[in-house]
């Protein structure tokens, strides 16, 4: 699998970890946060903007905030990349336990710093009737 798409899973994987499980993970934690550039930013699903920090402290605080919860990585494409950056646009499906799925389209830049992948913007949009 390619590297970005690889990291795509893993970060997801550690999302749905922090998110489902009720017990507190400092290391998923750290691993998470440590995959993030400084300068990170994301538009949410809602249109909230979230920076570095912003983003640090919602992780912090949401540990089992959506016990049940699964996330699947259903799609990955590369929009565009060069030296510095690439773009990715992947599809995501999200659910809670037995709930209604709701999908997104979520797109990454990624750059590459001393061998290790930074995501440094996200954003997100909800898919309406998929």
Same mark, same amino acid.
């Given at each position: 699998? *390619? ?21 507190? %993970?400092?290391? *998923?934690?750290?691993?998470?946060? /440590?995959?993030?550039?400084?300068? !990170? ?12 920090? #912003? @983003? &640090? %402290? ?6 089992? %905030? &959506?016990?049940?919860? &699964? ?5 990955? *494409? @590369?929009? %565009? ?11 995501? #499906?999200?659910?809670? /336990?037995?709930?209604?799925? *709701? !999908? ?6 990624? &750059?590459?710093?001393?061998?290790? @992948? ?11 009737? !998929?």
């Amino acid at each position: 699998m *390619n590297i970005y798409f690889q990291e795509i899973v893993d970060a997801h994987q550690l999302i749905m970890q922090i998110l489902s499980t009720p017990h507190r %993970s400092e290391e *998923n934690y750290r691993q998470l946060i /440590a995959r993030f550039s400084d300068q !990170f930013s994301m538009i949410t699903t809602t249109g909230v903007l979230l920076d570095y920090e #912003k @983003i &640090k %402290s919602f992780f912090n605080t949401q540990f089992g %905030s &959506k016990q049940g919860l &699964k996330i699947d990585i259903l799609d990955m *494409n @590369i929009v %565009s990349e060069n030296e510095n950056y690439i773009i990715v646009l992947y599809q995501e #499906k999200q659910q809670i /336990a037995d709930g209604d799925p *709701n !999908f997104r389209f979520s797109t990454v830049i990624f &750059k590459q710093v001393n061998n290790q @992948i930074i995501w440094e913007y996200l954003h997100e949009t909800l898919i309406h009737d !998929f």
